[in-house]
């Protein structure tokens, strides 16, 4: 519950003691302690399911608890003993519940029964299943395929995602937006141009032979916990860890394994980062061209005996180097202190410990690829990588930390809007259909069409688009004038609150839950951050007999929908999920040889990436050096204005994403409140604000304006001209085309804004 907030410093490291009772606490909220207590030692272990918070790897060999603080919440959130049905929605109009924040959505607990809006009780009554597939069909059936969005959420696994892709092809459109195009599409973008694959190249293993690991833009205590654990054992080997992020994250700084009795005893931290510079927001190009340029002085002044760049693996495996170590050397210190915040003294000494290292991991997240650079912003830390032939060998490479549980698995088996990344032909020689060749929409695009109107249906496979989008104001008018919305989910959030015309909420199992077809357990796979396949058994006995699960939705709704067509095996599908791992094998036969048999490998199968054999899938046969002209974050941002600041929309450590678990940020001292914006000290007093004082944040832009109210100022160690405050509350500020060049990912690191005192 929101209470009147509380600021304090938090002194304890990540994990700890205070790990250990969020834990409890949030398993005791919830309502279900010991079923969820019993299914956390099942938690990403062989036979066991794969955690439904983040994406990080699953070891072969799993810790005793393989969970974290947030992967136990998210269990707990799943596994909650609260429901809610047809009676809860008779008693609250939707007009009511748009007023409920989006915690109070989601903690009535998991949706029952599958709903339909009523215009003129303006409540979601109940709907037989049939029913509602067969409405939804006939709906679907009289729209323009063209004009249809599947947008998903990244959580649901492959063998839902891949008939999911099917539906949307079959039904004549690559609309299949998703929540990686919020997220590491810059990453989809920038890695296919430089080294020909649209994912990172290491594997968990790697973290074990790493002598340097790069972090830019991560917050690894509160996103990725589970990571801690390797990075505390490269910390205990002594290797370097040299990080690049505005904030002082506590789990970049300190940790103590809550799973190990004697540090937790003896209160035993394990330090994380050996240095930490806190580049500004939007900073990361300049901080880059930086390094790679304090490198390059090195290299030019070392003997020829003594090189620290790898020139043979450039000459044999590189495009574009001497283009690019020119560019480095005409940049001038002066413009790369102003635009990273950082001393040249600050990034010569992180060079200097690079050019000693032969084998280096570089680490990042949305602090690199959440910014109108963010394309620049990956490949830039891919040159640095390339200039000591830091990948394909064991310890090296790049490492994006995937953000949903099954996120990149749902590209891997189709999810995408553009078309040439679509087996297309292969599905046409499978299923006989002709599919769509042009690109669909993508989240921006989908964002755009649901505004001016060409939008006029959605359809969600799990998630929160309209909340998790930019331009929520203008996003919420043209969501209400969809002619259909059909979400498939487990908890009620605000995108089901606000609705289109005919609108239709229908409650799947969780895959914790046990899922029986035809009177048999089925398992379900999904794909981690480093590449690998693995098996998620259900555990608990779902919440309630109503639900269906989600590939029987989604087969539901694409029989009502399409022609009939003996190729496609829907019920075949729904009944068995090997057979759609059969039906994944023989559309992907080379990233899913033998897939039924290999799914219980354990510390799972990998994907084969060619880059990780130094093979280049690019258009030069190359690796290449890819660099952006200017360091200019904002290009077409009005003329700057001296107080306009940058915000950086963070993640609180009592959330997933738009799931609000509770108002506590325990790492960064603020409990009870969401609404805080972190400040630094000299800008609160050049602003001639006060901390603890109530302001408003309105963007710098020239189109219209975009306000929010009821802002806490916490005085906070951030650089100077940047500010922090949590998304979703600031994603009305988000102009919908502050996006990233290439990869169209909203901005959400670095928008311009000015505050103003209110209230
Ligand atoms: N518990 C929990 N786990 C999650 C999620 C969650 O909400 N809760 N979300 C999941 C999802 S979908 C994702 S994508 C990931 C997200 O995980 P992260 O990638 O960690 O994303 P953010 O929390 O947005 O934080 C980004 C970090 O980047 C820093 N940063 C901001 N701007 C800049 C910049 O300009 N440069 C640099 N170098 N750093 C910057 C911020 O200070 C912050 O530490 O986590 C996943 N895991
Ligand atoms: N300002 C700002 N905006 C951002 C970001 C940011 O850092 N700043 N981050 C962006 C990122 S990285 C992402 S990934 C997006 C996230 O965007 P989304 O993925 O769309 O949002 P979530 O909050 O993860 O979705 C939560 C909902 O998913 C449903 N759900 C949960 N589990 C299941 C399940 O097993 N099956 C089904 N069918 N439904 C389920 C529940 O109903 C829940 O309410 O937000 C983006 N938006
Ligand atoms: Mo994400």
Same mark, same amino acid.
């Given at each position: ?31 279900? $302690? ?24 699953? $070891? &072969? ?5 393989? @969970? ?88 649901? !696994? ?81 290797? $370097? ?8 994250? &506590? ?107 032969? /084998? ?33 060998? %064991? ?30 032909? &292969? ?9 769509? &060749? ?28 309209? #909340? ?11 969501? #209400? ?12 959030? =605000? ?7 005919? /609108? ?31 098996? !998620? ?13 989600? %590939? /029987? ?12 067509? %003996? ?66 974050? +904002?290009?077409?941002? *009005? /003329?700057?204005? *001296? ?24 790492? =960064? ?12 000290? +000299? ?27 009821? @802002? #806490? ?21 988000? *102009?919908?085309?502050?996006?990233? =060049? ?18």
């Amino acid at each position: 519950m929101a209470r009147d907030g509380r600021i304090e410093t938090y002194d304890g490291p990540a994990g700890g003691w205070g790990s250990a009772k969020s834990v409890g606490r949030a398993l005791v909220y919830d309502g279900a $302690p010991l079923k969820s207590g019993a299914a956390l030692w099942k938690q990403n272990k062989p036979g066991g399911f794969a955690c439904v918070s983040c994406a990080w790897s699953k $070891p &072969r060999e799993p810790h005793l608890f393989e @969970f974290c603080e947030n992967g136990a919440k998210a269990t707990g959130w799943e596994l909650t003993s609260k429901t809610i049905g047809a009676e809860f929605f008779a008693r609250h109009t939707l007009t009511e519940l748009e007023g409920w924040s989006d915690f109070e959505l989601e903690d009535q607990g998991r949706l029952t029964e599958p709903l339909k809006y009523d215009a003129a009780s303006d409540t979601y009554q109940p709907i037989a299943w049939e029913r509602a597939f067969e409405e939804i069909g006939g709906a679907l059936k009289a729209t323009d395929p063209k004009r249809t969005a599947f947008y998903a959420s990244g959580r649901a !696994s492959l063998e839902t995602s891949y008939m999911y892709q099917l539906l949307a092809r079959a039904y004549g459109a690559n609309n299949l937006p998703d929540s990686s195009n919020m997220c590491h599409e810059s990453t989809s973008v920038a890695l296919p141009e430089s080294i020909g694959v649209p994912v990172g190249t290491v594997f968990l293993d790697d973290f074990d032979h790493a002598d340097l690991i790069f972090f830019f833009g991560q917050n690894v205590g509160s996103n990725a916990p589970r990571m801690l654990h390797p990075l505390q054992e490269a910390a205990k080997r002594g290797v $370097p860890i040299i990080t690049f992020n505005p904030l002082k994250e &506590r789990g970049l700084e300190r940790f103590t394994n809550p799973q190990a009795p004697t540090e937790m005893l003896s209160g035993a931290e394990t330090r994380i980062s050996t240095q930490y510079h806190q580049v500004k927001a939007g900073g990361d190009l300049a901080a880059l061209f930086g390094l790679c340029k304090a490198l390059i002085a090195i290299d030019d002044a070392a003997a020829p005996g003594a090189k620290v760049i790898d020139h043979a693996f450039i000459a044999e495996h590189c495009h574009g180097y001497d283009a690019f170590a020119d560019a480095c050397r005409a940049r001038d210190w002066p413009e790369l202190e102003r635009c990273s915040g950082l001393t040249r003294h600050a990034i010569e000494i992180a060079a200097e410990v690079y050019s000693r290292s032969s /084998a280096a991991i570089g680490v990042y997240g949305m602090g690199l690829t959440q910014h109108r650079s963010g394309v620049d912003n990956v490949q830039m830390l891919m040159n640095l990588l390339l200039m000591k032939g830091n990948i394909g060998r %064991p310890g090296a490479g790049i490492c994006p930390v995937r953000g949903h549980s099954n996120v990149q698995g749902q590209r891997t088996v189709g999810i995408t809007e553009k078309a040439s990344l679509a087996p297309l032909d &292969r599905l046409k020689e499978l299923y006989g259909f002709e599919p769509p &060749r042009e690109d669909g929409m993508a989240t921006v695009d989908v964002c755009e069409g649901i505004i001016d109107g060409e939008v006029e249906a959605f359809v969600s496979l799990g998630g929160n688009f309209l #909340r998790a989008t930019p331009e929520t104001g203008l996003m919420e008018d043209g969501w #209400r004038k969809l002619k259909l919305s059909v979400q498939i989910a487990t908890k009620l959030n =605000r995108s089901h609150v606000v609705h289109g015309r005919a /609108a239709y909420l229908l409650p799947c199992l969780g895959r914790i839950e046990i899922d029986r077809q035809a009177g048999r357990p089925q398992i379900v796979s999904i794909e981690d951050s480093t590449s690998h396949f693995h098996a !998620s058994h259900g555990f608990a006995e779902p919440c309630a007999p109503t639900l269906l699960s989600e %590939p /029987a939705i989604v087969a539901g709704i694409a029989k009502a929908t399409l022609p009939p067509n %003996p190729s496609i095996d829907w019920d075949g599908w729904t009944a068995d999920y090997a057979r759609v791992r059969d039906a994944i094998e023989a559309t992907y036969p080379k990233v899913f040889p033998r897939f039924n048999e290999r799914i219980e490998t354990p510390g799972g199968f990998p994907k084969p990436i060619s880059a990780r054999e130094r093979e280049w899938n690019t258009s030069t046969g190359k690796a290449n050096f890819i660099f952006p002209e200017s360091l200019d974050e +904002n290009p077409d941002m *009005p /003329a700057p204005q *001296p107080d306009a600041l940058r915000l950086i929309t963070l993640r609180s450590n009592d959330q997933f994403n738009t799931t609000v678990y509770g108002y506590d940020d325990r790492f =960064r001292g603020v409990e009870g409140t969401r609404m805080v914006v972190f400040m630094h000290a +000299n800008d609160i007093a050049r602003l001639s604000l006060r901390d603890g004082q109530t302001v408003a944040m309105r963007t710098v832009a020239d189109d219209f304006e975009r306000e929010v109210e009821g @802002f #806490r100022i916490v005085a906070y160690d951030i650089p100077e001209g940047c500010v922090g405050a949590y998304y979703p509350e600031c994603n009305p500020l988000i *102009p919908l085309w502050h996006h990233a =060049r290439g990869s169209k990912v909203p901005a959400a690191k670095s928008v311009p804004v000015l505050i103003r005192p209110c209230g």
